[in-house]
């Protein structure tokens, strides 16, 4: 038997009172009816999940229809500031 563990359609991530993110996610034992839950996470962890993903992701081009942040970002030479560059 196997577990499987994936985001629930059409719920967003959301920001919580106390300042936590959840991830509402949808976990399936096989042969089961699938169980909503939520990843809870503090914004350190969070940080800590998204760096870990964009290592992860490091070398793959994005796909078409990936967020913003996936997509090459361009700023304005005045705007823009590289940690280490003058």
């Keep these: 038997m196997s577990w499987t563990v994936e985001r629930t359609p ?5 920001r919580t009172d106390d300042d936590r993110l959840t991830v509402p996610l949808r976990l399936t034992h096989t042969g089961d009816h699938p169980t909503d839950t939520e990843l809870t996470l503090t914004l350190a962890e969070a940080e800590h999940l998204h760096a870990a993903l964009c290592r992860a992701l490091d070398g793959q081009p994005p796909p078409p229809a990936a967020p913003d942040c996936r997509q090459p970002v361009q700023a304005s030479p ?3 500031h590289i940690a280490g560059h003058v």
């Design 10 to 14: 059409g719920q967003p991530v959301r």
């Design 78 to 80: 005045g705007m823009a």
